[in-house]
């Protein structure tokens, strides 16, 4: 039942965010939630709620902030060697 939100270091956020973005994760399970996302490259959220997370989502915009599961990850997603060497290979 972890939540994890990711949110921008250098943004001031509405302070019912977390709340509003778990409420809306309660109401769609398995679903992530973003709090703004774009209709299409490059156009902000269409359709906003009442509380502000939008509702016309296509792709999440990560600085507004994302609310995932822990469930979503396997433990491989705190294989930070791994992933440190999998990053060498790719350069």
Do not use: K
Request: proline letters at 4%; charged letters at 15%; glycine letters at 8%.
């Amino acid at each position: 039942n972890t939540y994890i939100l990711v949110i921008d270091d250098d943004i001031v956020y509405h302070p019912m965010l977390m709340e509003s973005m778990v409420r809306w994760s309660l109401s769609q399970p398995g679903a992530m939630i973003g709090a703004m996302s774009y209709g299409r490259p490059g156009a902000w959220c269409r359709t906003y709620a009442e509380d502000a997370i939008c509702i016309e989502p296509n792709l999440a915009h990560t600085t507004y902030g994302l609310l995932f599961q822990r469930r979503f990850f396997d433990a491989g997603i705190l294989n930070h060697g791994a992933a440190a060497n999998a990053y060498l290979r790719l350069r």
